[in-house]
């Protein structure tokens, strides 16, 4: 496991890293605000596996399961 910071907008730069790096999974935690589908998801990890060409695994919070 690897992780890794930089600026700019989280979405575009994880999907960039992402392909530069060839990941075989992008792993992302989910948040609970907001309407359902972003209740179940969160905002950034919804739009990881919406425009994600790899694999994307979003992890509950503890006690969303």
Do not use: C, N, W, Y
Request: proline share 9%; aromatic share 2%; no cysteine.
């Amino acid at each position: 496991v690897d992780t890794h910071t930089r600026p700019g907008k989280v979405v575009p730069g994880v999907l960039m890293f992402a392909e530069e790096h060839q990941a075989d999974l992008i792993l992302v935690g989910a948040s609970k605000r907001g309407p359902v589908a972003k209740r179940l998801l969160g905002d950034v990890s919804l739009e990881l596996v919406r425009r994600s060409r790899r694999p994307v695994m979003v992890i509950a919070p503890p006690g969303d399961v």
